[in-house]
Structures are given as C-alpha cells and as structure tokens.
C-alpha cells in the first residue's frame, strides 16, 4: 500500500483475456453496449516520456467519437525572451517611478485556454528565460515580477503564441494605488498585513508586498478595474484576508484608504491526541472562518498550524466562529480518522478542550469483475472527500480479496481493472464500514493511435477524461502509438 493524490493511473494490458484481435475485442464490446453507459464528450491527455522532446498536452474528439482516434500532438516549441521594467521607488515621489529598463525576476506562467498543455519557469537574474510549449495553441501568458516587486503583473491575452509572441518583455511601471489600511478606530492592524494586485478577470495576482506599520502601502496597477488584496503577511497572525475592488485611471495615481473593521486578537491552544490515546505530533490543523467579529468584508480564507511533540498547538485567531479541521499525519497503513468541529473564539485566551481523534476502519471485501466473479489485480483506491484528500491502495489478490486500514469517514472508491475486460468504476460512500458490493463496470471501448509528425508516439501515458476533467479511464501506448481502453461517464 501507497500513498497517492486522487488521481488514478492505470498501466493496463492492451489486451484483455479472450481477445485475440482488435476485431474481437470490438465484438466483444459491442454486444455489451446497451448495458453500457455511453460518452459524449471525451477529451484525450497525452504525457509523453521524457525522451520524446514532446510536452503534455490535450486533444478533443468530436462529440461521439471513441473509435479509431488519430490524436495528434503538437511539436514543442521554446519561446524565449528577457522582461524588463522600472526600478519603483514608492515613497519619495509618487510622480518620479525610478530607474529604467532594469533587468525584472519574474515568474512566468502560460496555461492553454483549453487541456492541460501549459509551463512555469523563473527568469535568471539578468531577466532571460526559455518557455517550453507545444505549438499552435491558445494560451494566457502572466509575467508576475518578484523583483522589483511592487510592479504590476503583465497579463498577456490568449493568443497563438506564434503569431503573437514578443521576445522583449517590459513591464509598464504602472499607476501608483496608495493609502492605509487601519481598524476601525485609526489604530494599525495587529500584526503584519501584506497587500497584492488581483486581476478580477483571470484570478492573477501579484506578488504580495509588506504593508508599513503604520498601515500605509502602496503597489502599482495598470489601469481598469483590480482588486486589492490584504491578507496577513506570513499567515501566522489574526488579520483576515480582505479583498477590496477599485478602479484605476490612465496616469491619476488613487487613494484608497481602508477600514478593515475592529480586530480582537485570541491565543486558541490545545492538544491531539490518537486513536490509543497517546498524544498526536505533526497532526494539521486548519481554521476556516464562517463569521468575524467586526470585520465588514466576506471571509474566505483559511490558516493552518501543526502540532508539536507533544501534540499541543497554539495559533492567533480573531474573534469569530470558526470551523476546525484536525488532519492526523499520513500513515500508509491507515492513520487515525480526522475530524471536524466548530469553535467560537470570543476571549483573548482560548482553551480547546482535548481532541480525541478516531480509529480508522478495517477493510475486509471481494472485488467482482464485470461479469459477477471475484477477480484478482483489480487496483483499489479509498480517497477521502475533503480534508487533504488522501488515497490509500491496495490490490486483489488471487480470490479477489482486499484487506486495508482507512480513516472513517466519506470516501471515494475507485477500482481499476487490471485489463480492458471493464471500466474505471467508483462509489461514493459516507463510512467504509458499510461498503457496497465492489463491483466492476462495462463501459464504451475507446481505442486509436497518438501521431506526433506522423510518426508513433510509444509508451505514453493516455487519460481520457469527459467536459468535467474527471478521470474515465487511463494506458499507456504500446510500441506502435496505440491505445485502447474502456471508460464509462463518472456519476
């Protein structure tokens, strides 16, 4: 047993048993087809190995198409360039931005508008970079400077990167947005705030800098409408993340001074402890608000701490209602249950009262193929719904038994076939100690080639997915490019 993220992989057979042909196969399939549910929407992602010079990236089939796909994928291409821009100075003069044409630190990130084709690099020190991409595909490009930092993110619209691409990139100094952030009585905020530049539109933000300790700040925005961002500065104090939307005008610096409400400052502390009652280290614990005492803004935002040693924490909260998640360290053989509760935070010194964490479940079951008889190598994940989403693997043996320990809880089952004789098949179920029966589905055939050129694209991870993005089905190529596998929509 492992520990794995919720993402499913399937290294499966080509050919299931029984199916000498392809021809056979399809038959096969065919007679099984009105009991199967049908796909609609298939979307196909190729991650070709490392040799390949290829990227990952996505190909859609036309509404219906499942047979004999030809996936093409697209060559890589390196854009490359440097980013320039202007050396702010943020307080001297709000009229003089400072020094030109200096070379700019900056993340660039370049997502395609549709699949997962995509790339993140930092530039080197003298602001070059190269960005590897596959070609002829829309992407949204953001150059986020970290330094100088106070410079506005550059967002480049979604576009074919070949007709559009500029290898000189200069980030425009931008409009002054200045002013001070200050309780509700003129007072600072306790503790440090930080302030970032949130493009509405795509949900790009800048880099955060520090707001001064008095509450005065200021960054700089191209003009339009943004959102300010003010959250506490290193996440370990009481201030709430805050959004504030301005607008910003062509060469007008703006003002805007902000009352972020009356924050009362809580130590909240306390202590975990096992399913063996034995004091819990390293257990997570994170603090989501569902109201705050005197903060007029929405609140949606979490902070987290971890236990010591001994199994005690200590965080500062504001004074609010809180939801508490406790997330017990990963144990590959099960670790105990997490757990969830609300807490009301109305005095300077808090007391949790002793957190008593669950055992986890035993797993004893049978896992049946499609056809009602119990079936070895099918590959079984439990992931938990919600917390960390945490999944614990197994797999049948010889009888189609399963034996595992999981945290009791909501969980999502999935079970891989170890062939093409069925489909990824899941359950939603709220405790694994009522299982349903673990029975393997049939789905649609899916089958084809990934082309590169022309050419085959060999031993290359290939995960169908439907509009959702959820999992139907994954393989690998075989030594030709081709694939074949059965899916069936997620419920």
């Known amino acids: 047993m492992s520990r794995a993220r919720p993402r499913s992989l399937l290294l499966a ?4 048993a029984g199916c000498s042909s392809a021809g056979d196969m399809a038959k096969a399939f065919d007679s099984a087809g009105d009991s199967a549910a049908r796909v609609r929407a298939l979307r196909v992602d190729v991650h070709p190995g490392g040799s390949s010079g290829l990227e990952a990236q996505s190909w859609q089939a036309e509404p219906g198409q499942t047979r ?9 291409v390196v854009y490359g360039g440097r980013v320039t821009g202007f050396r702010v100075n943020p307080y001297a003069d709000i009229g003089v931005p400072g ?4 070379p700019v630190v900056a993340r660039i990130e370049a997502a395609a508008t549709q699949g997962i084709s995509g790339a993140r690099v930092l530039t080197a020190e003298d602001g070059t ?13 953001a150059v986020i400077p970290e330094d100088p930092a106070r410079l506005p993110p550059l967002i480049l619209a979604a576009a074919d990167l070949a007709e559009t691409w500029t290898a000189e990139l200069q980030l425009d100094f931008g409009v002054p947005v200045y002013g001070r952030i200050l309780q509700a009585d ?9 302030v970032a530049v949130l493009d509405p539109g795509t949900g790009i933000a800048g880099t955060p800098v520090a707001v001064d300790p008095d509450g005065y700040y200021q960054v700089r925005a191209t003009p339009g409408e943004i959102v300010l961002v003010f959250d506490d500065e290193d996440g370990t104090g009481p201030n709430p993340r805050v959004e504030v939307e301005v607008t910003v005008e062509e060469d007008t610096p703006l003002r805007r001074d902000v009352t972020i409400g009356s924050i009362s400052s809580a130590r909240v502390h306390g202590q975990v402890y096992d399913e063996a009652g034995r004091t819990l280290a390293d257990a997570e614990l994170r603090f989501r608000p569902v109201a705050l005492d005197g903060v007029p803004y929405p609140v949606d935002f979490s902070r987290s701490t971890e236990t010591d040693g001994s199994g005690v924490f200590n965080r500062d909260l504001a004074y609010g209602t809180w939801e508490v998640e406790v997330i017990p360290p990963f144990e590959a053989d099960g670790n105990a249950s997490p757990s969830r509760f609300t807490l009301e935070v109305s005095s300077s010194d808090v007391t949790v009262e002793d957190i008593n964490l669950t055992a986890p479940v035993s797993v004893d079951a049978t896992v049946y193929g499609a056809g009602g008889a119990p079936l070895s190598g099918v590959l079984v994940t439990f992931t938990e719904q919600g917390y960390s989403g945490w999944s614990w693997t197994t797999t049948s043996d010889s009888a189609g038994r399963i034996n595992l320990m999981v945290p009791n809880g909501p969980m999502t089952i999935t079970l891989t076939p170890p062939d093409t004789g069925a489909a990824i098949t899941r359950y939603s179920i709220e405790s694994p100690s009522a299982l349903p029966r673990l029975e393997l589905k049939r789905g649609q055939l ?12 060999p031993y290359a991870l290939v995960e169908l997915r439907d509009s959702q993005g959820a999992l139907l089905g994954a393989t690998l190529t075989d030594g030709g490019g081709g694939f074949s596998v059965q899916v069936r929509p997620a419920d």
């Open 68 to 76: 004999d796909l030809e996936v093409e994928l697209s060559s890589t």
């Open 186 to 194: 003129d007072s600072p905020a306790p503790g440090s705030l930080s």
């Open 129 to 141: 970079f190269s960005l590897p991409l596959p070609a002829d595909l829309e992407y949204l490009v």
């Open 446 to 457: 899916v089958d084809g080639a990934v082309l590169s050129g022309g050419e085959p694209v």
């Open 99 to 102: 020094e030109a044409d200096v």
């Open 13 to 16: 057979a080509l050919w299931g």
